[in-house]
Structures are given as C-alpha cells and as structure tokens.
C-alpha cells in the first residue's frame, strides 16, 4: 500500500525524457512532442546521445549530465538498456520513473533486476509497457497517447493501455475531463491499489474509474479500494467475466463458485460500483457521484405516457431494482390534484395533456412520501402540452441535482424540443437521460452503488461472539484427520465439526458392515419411523452420483439390504473403490421446508469465499448460487441470501411459511467463523441445509483440509478482507472510572462531534499540527473508517455513558517496518493515565503486527505529550527540515507473523 515517492509522478516539477528522439514516428519522438504540446512549465530535459538537441531542447548524452534532479523520469530506450538507466536515475535523486518501454518481462530476469536496481533509492516505476500518465491540471502529458486530455475531476486508472487511449478518445468526443489518467502497463511495482491510495487524498480527484483485467495483490487492492470508496466514487470495468471455474472440484462449492462471481463479490464488498461496458463507465460515476448512498433504492416513476413508464419499469425489473410502493397518504394526494383517469399506481401516469403545474405538483408530492427513494421523471412529447415548460417545471424545484433531498433522474424524450427540456434539466444539475432504458440504467447504478457502500462500512469481527462454538473439539477432529494423511473428512467427522459451531445436525452413526447397519437402523427406529444409509468412502466425493444414498428406510432388514445394494452398485461402476462405512440416521422429513446449499471454497486470488444458494441434488443443474468474501455478519449473511432467487422464496408466499432467516444467517456466520478460525480449511458443502419456519439442520457435509495447515492459528491470514480485530479491546480503571478500550468502528463517526466539543482548541492544534475549527463529515468517515490491514485506531470509551474519550491512531509505513502514532485525550480527562494506557496498547498492537518502530511527529511545543514520550521510553530528536517539530521514536520488540 505505498504511495511513497508517487507524488513525483503525478505532480513533478521537471522531467527528463530518456529516449527522446527527432526521428518521426518514434516513441521518443511522439512522447516529447506531448510533453512540449501540453504545456508543462516545470524543466524538460531530452537524454539521448545521439542528438544535441531534440525538438529544440537541449539533448544531453547521459543522465548524469542533466543539470538539475528530475522529479519524474520517461524512459523510452530498448529494454536491455533500463535496468542502468534506473540505477542513474536513483543515484542523481530522481524518485519516480515511467518505463514505457516494453519487453521487459519476469522471464527474461530484466524485470527484477529493474526492481533490484529502483529498491535502495526508493525510486518508484511506473509500468513497463505502458502509454504513459497525464495530468491535465500540471498541463503534463508523458505518454504517447495520441490526444490531450482536458482537466476536470474524474481519475482513470487502466491495465490497458488501447483502453486508455481509446477512453481518452471517447472523452474527448463527450466533452468529459480528467484529473489524472494512469496506464498502469505491467505493474512491476506501483499498481492499482497504490494509485487507489494516492488518489483517495487527491483534492482534484472527485471519482475514481478504472478498468482492470488482472488483481495481482488482492489484499493490498482491497484494502486500498475500501479506502478509496469510503470518501469518493470508485467505478471500475473488470474484463475476463466469463473464463470457466475449474470443472473437478471435491466439493459442489468449488464447482458453483465461478472466479468471476468472486471478483463480483470482492469489488461490492469493497465499495466500488461495477459496470460492463466502456459506454457506461462515465455515465455510471456522473450519476452516484451527485448523489450520496442511500439506505433504500425504491424507484418511483413520474410519466405523461403510460407506455413510456412500463418501458422504465420494465428494465428496472431487469436491473433488480426495487419498485415503490406509494403510501395511502400520497395517492390520496394525488387523488385531489390529478385527473381522474389517472393511474393511481406506481408508474404515476399523469396523462398526456398534463400542463407544468401538474408536472411541478405531483413531483412535489411524491418526494415527500417516505417509502419513494429515488424518482424518475419522464416526458413524452405531445401536442398538448410543452416538454419545455415541463422542464422548466421541474428544475425550479431542483437543489444539487435533488427535489426534496431525494436523487431524481429525468428522461426527456425525443428530438429538438426534448433535447432543449433535457439542456434545462442538467442546468438546474438534475441528471438526464435519452431514453426509459438509460434512466432505469442510471437508478440501477445508483441502487447498487448504495448497496456497495452499505456493505464497506461493514466490519465483522475475527471473533463473532454471537457464534457459539467449540474450538477446541473442532481442532481435534482436524488433527486427528491430518495425523490420518488425510484432506476429506468423513461424514460424521464433518458434521462433528460444523456441529461444534453451532449447526443443527441428526443422530448419525457409523456402522462397518451391512450387519451392523441392521443393528444400527434397529435401535434408531425405535424412535424414528424412517432412516437414512448413506455410503462412507475416502475414494468417493459426492455419494449421490454413485448411488450412495438410500432414503425413507421403514426397517432394519430394509437397512442392511440398503448397505448391500450400496456395495454392489459401487463395485460394478468402480471395482477398485473403497467402502469404509455406511452412516445411519433418522429420516428427517420436515413439511415445508427447503433444501440449501452453504459451501466454502478457496479463490485463487481472493482466497476463502463462502457460498449459499439452493440445495440438493441438482445443485449445478439449478445454479442459484452467491458468493461472498468472509468475514460476514448478519447484515452481510442477509444480503447474500437475497442475492438468490430461493432468497425470495424462502421469504414464504401463498401457503409456505417464511424458512427461520435469522437460523439461515446463523449458519452462514457459523461458516464464517469457521474459516476465520481454521486456515486448514480448503472447501466445504453443507448440503442440503434443510431450512424451514422451525429452523434449520445439516443433513449431509463434507470437509476437505490442507493437512500441512492444521496447526496454523487463526485469524486467517488468507481472507482478502482482514476482520474487526475485536480480540483487541479490554477495560481499564483509572481514577475511579472504568473505561472500554476497543478498535474503532464506522459508527463511532457519531461519537466525534461531542468528544472534538469537549477538546480545547490547543489539544487538537497539538493532534494536528496547525489549528482547526471544523471536520467536516467526510474527514469524521475517514477516521473511523477505517481498514485494519494498514492502518489502526483503538478508541477509549467511558463505560457508563459511553461517551468517546480518547483515541490513539496507527498508520503503518508501506514496507510495513515502522508506523507513525497518533494520541488525542480529551481535555477534561488528562492526567488520569488514559494516554498512557491507550498508547500502551497501540505498542503492543504494533508489535504484534511485526512492526519495528512507531514514531511520533510532535509540536515542540507539546510539553505534556513530549513528557509522556520520554517516561514510556520514547527518543527524542529534531525534526530534519522544521524546528517546530520533534521526532519521537521507540523500538519495538517485533513479533511478526502474530496475525
């Protein structure tokens, strides 16, 4: 995650172009004549040396010639050449460098020699084998893309250079603008998820788009994204939606799960709105980047034409979005002021002649109604009435592109008369559109960009303590299978393991012969009318496709007869398969009920995913199945069950009864916990999870582990997200007082304002480093939300009114060895030793997380802060460039590898 020396690329003060060339056509050629075109006012300097002068610049023969330190480096030489170049380069103090040049590869050494040589200067690489950056706003162009790009807000980043090209085009074209455009090229060293991270904290920057074909550093690229999305819109087109998931899996999970539908998951989870198509990918950011997420995205539709408005409900349906309902309230209002052949439902068809007046009255009163989210507006055009003047209609009623605080989208249709109704329209700032497909379009982009943000701000924690289970027993049973050689678990091992994480299983029991089925299907019938004979064999993986399942057996003799014709079956399609068992249990056979699918499988980029979906034998005939990343709570769990079409069903309709959802999002979580808890873990299926009103129960389960991972302690290390660290909170007493100390969350947003009123303007000049009056909302979400993979903040809360009243911050630095440490207290409370103790536990937070050091950039003015350093053992040094400042710094004890 290191932004580290970044800014030379995007803000230098002068570049050096080495390679530049006279020859037409060249890429030297091509990229100087862009830097000179563009404007750039800072120093240029060509470096080849066969010229003395290029594009009637100076030329020097080498990089140590060059007058001055270049802040960003182009180089455009043969590959063979770059590896020296970069090592001048660091030498002379440059710390940022585009290599376009391409052929320099992983297979040919030159590519990490090129790293090795950039690595002790810190010295940062752009690409290889990319178009180049442009940043309109430094009037500098340093790429061989064939047109300049205007400023404005949006930052691209692309892995495809034609595609940035082709983008920068379309821009053009679209009157649309940028404030960074990156061609990240092969991504040697700086990629994605470092130019999320410089891009987050860009003022210029209002939206990020981006389009990626591979995630190389999931982790990094999510923790980034999640950080990114958080205070700006994060559009992004990722290509390679249909390569095919494995066809052997062990589990029916590994077979459903789909890479593409783990990257689906993985980019929702972290924030960012996904589109399909490059047609989209700016029309997709305008539109939720006027607007913030909603909690609910229940469209209304305003329309002078009931066909036009079916149209728009029509593709709304096939979005996924959700149709309001209007209130009793709202039509009775409408009732009073619409004709009487109106609709009287949602689409709201006010009828062709409909004047600006009824157009203006009936917005007014839909905006109000509590159950509408977003409303779309719509216009025919007709001989009865304006679509000008209902577009001037509208817009008096707009503020920052909302009509009563509620997002509105508009569709004008039609040629000259609409497209005048749709300029007034985007004058007043209300977004606009050509036709019902376009504006469904936009509302779903905005539906599920809110979902998006609703599901960033969730953190589950490594420890769920609403998940009752038994560890301990669990780990047993994964030993005892991994002293065995073994990767699948039998079935009663299986369920042994998901029962000690709370999942409902039957009786089962392991029988070694036909006979001794008999006699278990005898003692089970004595209180079960039916019972069940499945097949155990470490050689087979789905018992069913064998034939390895008898149900509703009424006897004991029927029971053995079972396990005969199990043997028999399996010896004539595979004679050299094993029976080491049959398993026995009573026939479960629950009235209403639904049989699910709950699985874990492992992505090859973003490791653990947890599926759900419908159950039973024809799993990946049906394929009505979800992914999502772990770690999950309830809230997480839920979204992923209505992601499915038995999702609705589940919901109950006509005679079936609504399934126990909360036993459903319990089993999920369960799941969760599990591959929190247990690295070893590689797949799993629970199928079918019978689920019904009563609640739910695992009627079958296998297991596959990696051996070798066993002893392996959790928290997973290879979840993509990292979870809520909740292991780190404890209570301290301090002058009576009893205090919870915890890592922070999202919702203590809520907590800022009261504690900051309660924190003299002098502590927060002395937290800051200069004087500040005001946070704004934005600056409140970026502190509390947070990504507990690189960065930490522990908040100490009073424990009777729970009110904030301390915080300590960590920021790690990007080669993860040092960190710097921040410590507010409110002013009342200081002195009681709540300092002390909070930055107690951000050292050993610190240390545990492999850290070497935390440092402090302290006023030196700050006497009490400054005292506090030197007691807990702090040294104290001045600061390199600025007397006002003072460097703390404390070694730590490293403990890498504790998380």
């Known amino acids: 995650?290191?932004?580290?020396?970044?800014?030379?690329?995007?803000?230098?003060?002068?570049?050096?172009?080495?390679?530049?060339?006279?020859?037409?056509?060249?890429?030297?050629?091509?990229?100087?004549?862009?830097?000179?075109?563009?404007?750039?006012?800072?120093?240029?300097?060509?470096?080849?040396?066969?010229?003395?002068?290029?594009?009637?610049?100076?030329?020097?023969?080498?990089?140590?010639?060059?007058?001055?330190?270049?802040?960003?480096?182009?180089?455009?030489?043969?590959?063979?050449?770059?590896?020296?170049?970069?090592?001048?380069?660091?030498?002379?103090?440059?710390?940022?460098?585009?290599?376009?040049?391409?052929?320099?590869?992983?297979?040919?050494?030159?590519?990490?020699?090129?790293?090795?040589?950039?690595?002790?200067?810190?010295?940062?690489?752009?690409?290889?084998?990319?178009?180049?950056?442009?940043?309109?706003?430094?009037?500098?162009?340093?790429?061989?893309?064939?047109?300049?790009?205007?400023?404005?807000?949006?930052?691209?980043?692309?892995?495809?250079?034609?595609?940035?090209?082709?983008?920068?085009?379309?821009?053009?074209?679209?009157?649309?603008?940028?404030?960074?455009?990156?061609?990240?090229?092969?991504?040697?060293?700086?990629?994605?998820?470092?130019?999320?991270?410089?891009?987050?904290?860009?003022?210029?920057?209002?939206?990020?788009?981006?389009?990626?074909?591979?995630?190389?550093?999931?982790?990094?690229?999510?923790?980034?994204?999640?950080?990114?999305?958080?205070?700006?819109?994060?559009?992004?087109?990722?290509?390679?939606?249909?390569?095919?998931?494995?066809?052997?899996?062990?589990?029916?999970?590994?077979?459903?799960?789909?890479?593409?539908?783990?990257?689906?998951?993985?980019?929702?989870?972290?924030?960012?709105?996904?589109?399909?198509?490059?047609?989209?990918?700016?029309?997709?950011?305008?539109?939720?980047?006027?607007?913030?997420?909603?909690?609910?995205?229940?469209?209304?539709?305003?329309?002078?034409?009931g066909g036009a408005g079916v149209l728009a409900v029509d593709r709304l349906m096939d979005f996924g979005c959700e149709l309001a309902e209007l209130s009793s309230e709202t039509v009775r209002a409408l009732d009073r002021v619409l004709p009487a052949n109106w609709s009287r439902a949602n689409p709201v068809d006010i009828i062709g002649d409909a004047p600006p007046a009824r157009y203006k009255t009936t917005v007014e009163i839909i905006t109000l109604d509590p159950g509408v989210d977003i409303l779309i507006v719509l216009n025919c055009p007709t001989g009865l009435a304006s679509p000008v003047d209902a577009a001037h209609a509208i817009a008096s009623l707009a503020q920052s592109g909302a009509i009563s605080g509620k997002p509105v989208l508009t569709c004008w249709i039609g040629g000259r008369t609409a497209r005048e109704g749709r300029t007034l329209l985007q004058q007043a700032r209300l977004a606009s559109y050509d036709t019902p497909s376009d504006v469904a379009l936009a509302a779903s982009y905005l539906a599920r960009w809110s979902k998006a943000q609703q599901a960033l701000v969730r953190a589950p924690s490594g420890r769920d303590e609403d998940v009752p289970s038994n560890r301990e027993l669990a780990r047993t049973v994964l030993q005892k299978v991994a002293a065995e050689g073994r990767q699948m678990l039998n079935e009663l091992e299986a369920k042994a393991v998901i029962a000690a994480y709370d999942i409902p299983v039957p009786q089962t029991l392991i029988a070694k012969s036909p006979e001794e089925t008999e006699a278990i299907a005898g003692s089970l019938l004595a209180n079960a009318p039916r019972v069940v004979v499945k097949l155990i064999s470490k050689s087979i993986t789905h018992k069913s496709d064998v034939g390895g399942v008898i149900l509703d057996i009424p006897s004991a003799v029927a029971a053995r007869e079972a396990a005969e014709d199990i043997v028999a079956r399996l010896k004539a399609s595979d004679p050299t398969a094993l029976v080491d068992g049959f398993a026995v249990q009573p026939m479960i056979d629950i009235r209403h009920a639904w049989e699910l699918l709950l699985g874990i499988t492992r992505d090859p980029i973003f490791g653990p995913v947890v599926l759900f979906g419908s159950g039973g034998v024809s799993v990946e005939v049906v394929e009505d199945t979800a992914v999502a990343l772990p770690p999950l709570?309830?809230?997480?769990?839920?979204?992923?069950?209505?992601?499915?079409?038995?999702?609705?069903?589940?919901?109950?309709?006509?005679?079936?009864?609504?399934?126990?959802?909360?036993?459903?999002?319990?089993?999920?979580?369960?799941?969760?916990?599990?591959?929190?808890?247990?690295?070893?873990?590689?797949?799993?299926?629970?199928?079918?999870?019978?689920?019904?009103?009563?609640?739910?129960?695992?009627?079958?389960?296998?297991?596959?582990?990696?051996?070798?991972?066993?002893?392996?302690?959790?928290?997973?290390?290879?979840?993509?997200?990292?979870?809520?660290?909740?292991?780190?909170?404890?209570?301290?007493?301090?002058?009576?007082?009893?205090?919870?100390?915890?890592?922070?969350?999202?919702?203590?947003?809520?907590?800022?304002?009261?504690?900051?009123?309660?924190?003299?303007?002098?502590?927060?000049?002395?937290?800051?480093?200069?004087?500040?009056?005001?946070?704004?909302?934005?600056?409140?979400?970026?502190?509390?939300?947070?990504?507990?993979?690189?960065?930490?903040?522990f908040v100490a809360l009073d424990s009777e009114s729970g009110e904030l009243v301390g915080i300590s911050r960590l920021y790690a630095d990007p080669d993860h060895e040092a960190a710097e440490y921040g410590l507010l207290i409110r002013t009342d409370l200081q002195g009681n030793g709540l300092g002390w103790e909070l930055l107690a536990h951000l050292r050993d937070y610190a240390a545990a997380d492999g850290l070497k050091r935390i440092e402090g950039v302290i006023l030196s003015d700050n006497a009490k802060m400054l005292k506090i350093c030197r007691e807990f053992g702090f040294s104290i040094s001045a600061h390199p460039t600025d007397q006002t400042l003072r460097i703390a710094t404390l070694a730590l004890q490293s403990k890498a590898g504790a998380f």
């Not at 997480?636 to 499915?644: F, N, S």
């Open 633 to 793: 709570d309830t809230v997480l769990a839920g979204d992923l069950i209505d992601e499915t079409r038995v999702g609705k069903l589940l919901a109950g309709f006509r005679n079936e009864p609504p399934a126990d959802r909360a036993a459903i999002c319990r089993a999920l979580n369960s799941l969760s916990q599990l591959i929190v808890d247990f690295p070893c873990v590689l797949s799993m299926d629970i199928n079918p999870l019978v689920a019904s009103a009563e609640g739910v129960i695992a009627l079958d389960a296998r297991i596959e582990i990696d051996p070798q991972a066993v002893s392996r302690p959790g928290p997973n290390r290879d979840l993509a997200i990292r979870p809520y660290p909740g292991e780190w909170q404890k209570q301290v007493t301090l002058a009576e007082r009893l205090y919870h100390l915890r890592p922070i969350r999202p919702a203590d947003a809520a907590l800022y304002p009261d504690f900051l009123s309660k924190t003299s303007p002098a502590d927060i000049r002395f937290r800051f480093l200069s004087s500040r009056k005001h946070f704004q909302d934005h600056m409140l979400v970026r502190l509390t939300q947070i990504d507990y993979e690189r960065e930490m903040a």
């Open 1 to 305: 995650m290191s932004i580290r020396n970044l800014h030379h690329a995007i803000d230098p003060k002068s570049v050096v172009i080495i390679g530049a060339s006279n020859r037409g056509g060249s890429l030297g050629r091509v990229v100087i004549e862009n830097v000179l075109a563009a404007g750039f006012e800072g120093e240029i300097w060509p470096v080849n040396p066969k010229y003395d002068q290029v594009s009637g610049r100076r030329c020097y023969r080498q990089v140590a010639d060059v007058p001055g330190v270049p802040d960003l480096a182009v180089i455009v030489t043969p590959s063979q050449t770059v590896t020296s170049l970069i090592h001048e380069l660091g030498i002379k103090g440059t710390r940022a460098a585009v290599v376009v040049t391409a052929g320099i590869s992983a297979d040919n050494g030159l590519r990490q020699a090129m790293l090795d040589a950039a690595k002790p200067f810190l010295l940062r690489i752009v690409g290889p084998n990319t178009v180049g950056l442009i940043v309109p706003s430094a009037k500098l162009n340093a790429s061989f893309a064939h047109l300049q790009a205007k400023p404005s807000g949006i930052a691209l980043l692309s892995q495809s250079g034609a595609i940035t090209t082709s983008l920068i085009d379309w821009a053009a074209d679209n009157n649309v603008g940028f404030s960074k455009i990156i061609s990240l090229g092969d991504m040697a060293d700086a990629d994605a998820g470092d130019f999320l991270d410089l891009f987050a904290g860009d003022a210029e920057t209002h939206a990020i788009v981006m389009y990626l074909e591979a995630i190389s550093n999931p982790r990094k690229f999510l923790s980034a994204a999640r950080a990114a999305a958080r205070v700006k819109p994060v559009v992004a087109i990722k290509a390679g939606r249909h390569t095919e998931a494995a066809n052997a899996a062990a589990t029916h999970t590994g077979a459903l799960s789909g890479a593409d539908r783990v990257v689906d998951a993985a980019l929702r989870r972290a924030g960012i709105l996904r589109i399909e198509g490059l047609g989209e990918l700016f029309d997709a950011t305008e539109t939720i980047a006027r607007f913030p997420p909603l909690e609910r995205s229940r469209v209304a539709i305003v329309t002078n034409g």
